[in-house]
């Protein structure tokens, strides 16, 4: 992340809120990049380690979303069966639940691992994500409430992002925070639940 100094700012703008049916209806893959591509940089982005339990989530999710591209739908239907597993076994192993519809930006990384909900309607570039974090609804029957959380966001470990709000860009939220309400791009938000007590911009504004 950028260095970042006390400033004001402007309130973030409207949430999408859409089906999780309609958000995984096709390949929500970052865009002019092949998905190869894609897991060479999450991998380094993952300090190479090949056995980083978040490079594994992320790798699964860029498969399940590649084989959304895959036409007609019934020769697809061997890769969703092998994303079911492989998104199972990453579930069980891990402790890490990233759904393919979640559309996902670059060079996110996942440290650590365990007990991990990453259940957002979107996670943007260069954001990092730890250890027993939760995203997704704040109230039952309201699965399609999700959080989006945009680019360059930090997200300190234990922290609940909840419902239809949206994390503003280069952002922190601090550890164990619960989210309830949308939070403006540079800003710090901590407790429970979680009030904005910074803003923030890079120096070189």
């Known amino acids: 992340m950028s260095p970042l100094k006390a400033t ?5 703008g409207s949430v999408r809120s859409l089906p999780s049916h ?9 865009p002019n990049v092949g998905v190869l591509a894609l897991l060479r940089e999450d991998l380094r982005i993952h300090d190479s380690k090949l056995f980083e339990q978040g490079f594994w ?5 860029r498969f399940g979303n590649w084989r959304m591209s895959v036409r007609p739908k019934l020769l697809r239907f061997p890769f969703s069966v092998a994303y079911k597993l492989l998104y ?10 990233l759904p393919y519809t979640v559309k996902l930006g670059r060079r996110v990384r996942i440290w ?4 991990m909900i990453l259940h957002a309607a979107e996670i943007g570039s260069d954001c990092h994500i730890r250890q027993n974090t939760t995203f997704g609804v704040a109230r039952t029957n309201h699965n399609f409430e999700l959080p989006i959380i945009e680019d360059r966001v930090d997200i300190g470990c ?10 503003g860009h280069d952002s922190v939220v601090g550890a164990n ?4 309400k949308d939070v ?5 938000a901590v407790g429970v639940p979680a009030k904005v007590i910074k803003t923030l911009t890079p120096l070189n504004s």
């Not at 199972?88 to 639940?97: A, P």
């Not at 925070?177 to 309830?180: D, M, S």
């Not at 403006?184 to 710090?188: A, D």
């Open 22 to 30: 309609v958000l995984g209806a096709t390949n929500q893959n970052p």
């Open 88 to 97: 199972k076994w990453v579930e069980w192993t891990c402790g890490i639940s």
């Open 57 to 61: 989530a992320v790798a699964v999710h």
């Open 112 to 115: 650590h691992h365990g007990g």
């Open 184 to 188: 403006p791009p540079y800003s710090v």
């Open 177 to 180: 925070a619960v989210v309830l």
């Open 158 to 167: 234990g922290a609940a992002i909840l419902g239809n709000i949206r994390i």
């Open 8 to 12: 004001s700012t402007k309130s973030p």
